[in-house]
């Protein structure tokens, strides 16, 4: 009777030893207006961060394709339609959590989705659905105030205004409303926390029995590593505002150097030696750094002598990325090259541009100038 019990208990393990190790499968439907004949799937690495390199792809046939992960753990999985016979993809990306033993309906419109299946995902397309029907209210309701707003009078604009924000508390409290009524429901409060987020508020909303899951763990290192992201964010924004304060207009300029091919370059080779020097940093890969070039290349142009110059400081940055910017941009002034962080802990640099104009003895004269508030500075220092 006890090798029978046994025997039974044993084949129980080895069925769920099994069934975890299936993959997972994902049955997909497009609608009618979803004119694709290819579906992209991009796909996470197993710390769950998507790489550019690992792209599977389905062919999609009458309207419906099938995909099923190669994968034994847990990942994410981005569905992207691709249009036009491979010409463009669609704008609606649809996520999932793909989790081995699970299987997933998908039906993909031209805007949104329906997400069911099994358990998992009926609980997980549950809370997709919701917070994607708050979001289409608010996002329909901005296309026809943008058209009514057109020849209306500040008063009428003003009202509209305050309708968008009175539907934007409103789409706040049902997805807040909605992630309540449901938490305890494993599918929904892993897409709470995320999709949503903050991981850690909804690891706490948790009941003990989905902390105890199979995904328990892996919303725990989330929280973990955004509690860790947070705090290292703080620290760094604390440091960078030390150094702004310490390089604050009416400031004297603080020095830094940076090394490329063996040649060392100092921001003191150009600052404090007699003239007003504009000094851009700025990145290749940065477009609000690009849309500012002209305006520094106008300046360099206009000003440039004795008493002017333009220094660009290339920040977290490729060196042959840099260069490949300054051909293409026809930028005339000198660089700093390869600076990645030096200048940007000096100065307390957290996003880029910024463009700071240093006086003829180095002290800081003005800081996040931009646009047009650059040619009107230095016209008032330097005339025409």
């Known amino acids: 009777m006890k090798k029978s019990i046994l025997i039974a208990i044993a084949a129980g393990m080895t069925s769920l030893a099994t069934m975890a190790q299936k993959p997972c499968s994902i049955q997909g439907t497009l609608t009618d ?8 799937i991009f796909l996470s690495d197993n710390d769950l961060v998507f790489d550019s390199n690992n792209i599977d792809s389905v062919e999609v046939k009458k309207g419906k394709f099938s995909y099923t992960s190669k994968f034994k753990d847990v990942r994410r999985a981005l569905i992207i339609p691709v249009l036009d016979g491979g010409k463009s993809v669609s704008m609606n990306q649809t996520q999932l959590l793909m989790v081995p033993g699970e299987s997933a309906q998908v039906e993909i419109r031209q805007k949104g989705a329906t997400i069911g299946g099994s358990t998992f995902y009926k609980q997980w397309g549950g809370a997709y659905n919701s917070i994607n029907e708050a979001t289409e209210k608010v996002q329909a309701f901005v296309t026809k105030a943008n058209q009514e707003a057109q020849g209306k009078s500040q008063q009428e604009v003003d009202a509209l205004r305050d309708r968008l924000n009175q539907m934007l508390k409103e789409r706040e409290e049902a997805i807040t409303s909605y992630g309540e009524k449901h938490m305890s429901e494993e599918g929904c409060v892993v897409y709470y926390a995320m999709q949503v987020g903050p991981a850690a508020k909804y690891y706490d909303l948790m009941t003990e029995e989905v902390k105890k899951g199979r995904l328990g763990k892996l919303i725990k290192t989330l929280a973990d590593e955004e509690k ?40 003191s080779d150009y600052v404090g030696k007699g003239k007003y020097v504009l000094v851009d940093f700025w990145a290749s890969w940065c477009g609000p750094c690009k849309a500012e070039i002209p305006n520094l290349i106008e300046a360099y142009n206009k000003y440039k002598g004795d008493k002017f110059t333009v220094l660009g400081v290339a920040t977290w940055d490729k060196p042959k990325d840099t260069l490949k910017s300054i051909e293409q941009l026809g930028i005339p002034y000198p660089q700093i090259m390869n600076a990645q962080e030096a200048g940007s802990n000096a100065y307390g640099i957290l996003g880029i541009p910024q463009i700071i104009l240093f006086g003829p003895d180095g002290t800081i004269l003005k800081r996040n100038l931009r646009g047009q508030m650059i040619e009107k500075t230095l016209s008032e220092l330097l005339g025409n």
């Open 33 to 40: 207006d979803v004119k694709a004949n290819k579906v992209y």
């Open 228 to 267: 860790a992201r947070e705090e290292a964010r703080a620290k760094e924004e604390a440091k960078a505002q030390g150094a702004v304060e310490n390089t604050a207009e009416g400031k004297k300029f603080v020095d830094f150097e940076a090394e490329y091919e063996g040649k060392v370059q100092k921001l």
